[in-house]
């Protein structure tokens, strides 16, 4: 038996503090509306609350617009690849470049 060993407790089972029948410890006796949080209590979990409630709205205004500006971003990267095809190609048109049975899409193939 090692020195950890030794410092745990032999039996298992309820502590003296929940022995009733102790004659050397008294059971507690406490007000029970002394120990509830009260009106601190209540308003520290409502400022808590609306804390967190602000904080998630701020953080999905934020998302959102960093959602917005990749988009922007990708559309005028896509343009400005366009305008360097159009520079190196001017005669060339958008049909030119489609694929053959694809007629009915408006869109250019890039």
């Known amino acids: 038996m090692n020195w950890l060993s030794s410092l745990a407790p ?4 309820p502590g003296p503090v929940d022995d009733p029948g102790d004659p050397l410890i008294p059971p507690i006796e ?3 509306n002394s120990v509830t949080p009260g009106v601190v ?7 808590v ?4 409630i602000l904080l998630i709205i701020d ?3 934020r998302v959102r617009r960093v959602r917005y500006r990749g988009e922007v971003r990708e559309q005028l990267e896509a343009e400005r ?30």
């Open 10 to 13: 032999v039996t298992v089972g």
């Open 30 to 32: 406490v007000d029970p």
């Open 41 to 47: 209590g209540f308003l520290a979990i409502a400022l």
């Open 49 to 52: 609350t609306i804390a967190a």
């Open 59 to 61: 953080m999905a205004r």
């Open 81 to 110: 690849a366009e305008a360097a095809l159009r520079a190196a190609n001017p005669g060339a048109s958008a049909a030119e470049g489609r694929v053959e049975g694809d007629e009915q899409d408006p869109r250019p193939v890039a």
